[in-house]
C-alpha cells in the first residue's frame, strides 16, 4: 500500500497568517491526491481534489499544489474558522491511503 | 442534495458481529461508488473497502478481507457493511463516503455519512 506523510503532525498560527501543510507519497501518484478538513465530532470535508483544483463552495484562500510524490495545502489567510485537523488522501490505487493529520491550532 | 444517513451507535462485545447501514438520498444511487472508512478515537482514517452498487461488486483491504461483508439493497438505496469477529481494536467511528470522479479521472469522496461509533468491550 502506499503511504502518505504529512508533516508537520500540528501548528500553532494566528489568525491572518500563511500556512503550509506537506504532504509526501512513498511512491509516485501523478496528481491523485485531495485534502480534507475535519472538525471534532464531524465529518471530514473535501477541500481539494486532483492536487490543485478547488471543490466547490471552498473558500479561494485554498490552494493545492504538487504532483508525483510531494504535495502542499497552503492556505493564504488563516481565518478563525479554519482551526481544524487536515488529511490528504491518495486515490491512485487501491488501498486507498490517508496521511495520518495535520492540526492546526491558534497560537 | 445529496445525503448519506447512516444507522446509530452500536456497543458490541469481542466476537461478535455488527451491521451498520448507509442510506443515501438525493441522486442516482446506483451511479456511485461507496467507500467505509474508519477512524478510531483520536486517530487517523483507516480504508475498509469499496461496493459498486450497480453490480453489488466489492473490494476490501487486505486487513479486513475475511471480516468484512459489504452489501446494497437498490429498493432503499441503503448500502450494509458488517464486520465480524469484534475486537476491542475494531472500536471506531465507521464512515460510508460516496465516491465521486471529477472529470471522471479524479475521484474523491465529496459526501460523507454522519458516522457510526462501533464500541467493543466486555
Known amino acids: 500500500a502506499i503511504q502518505m506523510t504529512q508533516s508537520p503532525s500540528s501548528l500553532s498560527a494566528s489568525v491572518g497568517d500563511r500556512v503550509t501543510l506537506t504532504c509526501r507519497a512513498s511512491?509516485?501518484?501523478?496528481?491523485?491526491l485531495g485534502w480534507y478538513q475535519q472538525k471534532p465530532g464531524q465529518a471530514p470535508k473535501l477541500l481539494i481534489y486532483a492536487a490543485s483544483s478547488l471543490q466547490s463552495g471552498v473558500p479561494s484562500r485554498f490552494s493545492g499544489s504538487g504532483s508525483g510524490t510531494d504535495f502542499t495545502l497552503t492556505i493564504s489567510s488563516l481565518q478563525p474558522e479554519d482551526f481544524a485537523t487536515y488529511y490528504c488522501l491518495q486515490d491512485d490505487s487501491y488501498p486507498w491511503t490517508f496521511g495520518q493529520g495535520t492540526k492546526v491550532e491558534i497560537k | 442534495q445529496v445525503q448519506l444517513v447512516q444507522s446509530g451507535a452500536e456497543l458490541k462485545k469481542p466476537g461478535a458481529s455488527v451491521k451498520v447501514s448507509c442510506k443515501a438520498s438525493g441522486y442516482t444511487f446506483t451511479n456511485y461508488y461507496i467507500h467505509w472508512v474508519r477512524q478510531a478515537p483520536g486517530q487517523g482514517f483507516e480504508w475498509v473497502g469499496i461496493i459498486d452498487p450497480s453490480g453489488g461488486r466489492t473490494n476490501y483491504a487486505q486487513n479486513f478481507q475475511d471480516r468484512v461483508t459489504m452489501t446494497r439493497d437498490t429498493s432503499t438505496s441503503t448500502v450494509y457493511m458488517e464486520v465480524s469477529s469484534l475486537e476491542s481494536d475494531d472500536t471506531a467511528v465507521y464512515y460510508c463516503?460516496?465516491?465521486?470522479?471529477?472529470?471522471?479521472?479524479?475521484?474523491?469522496?465529496?459526501?460523507w455519512g454522519q458516522g457510526t461509533l462501533v464500541t467493543v468491550s466486555s
Open positions: 511512491q509516485g501518484i501523478r496528481n491523485d
Open positions: 463516503a460516496r465516491r465521486f470522479c471529477f472529470g471522471g479521472t479524479a475521484c474523491q469522496y465529496d459526501s
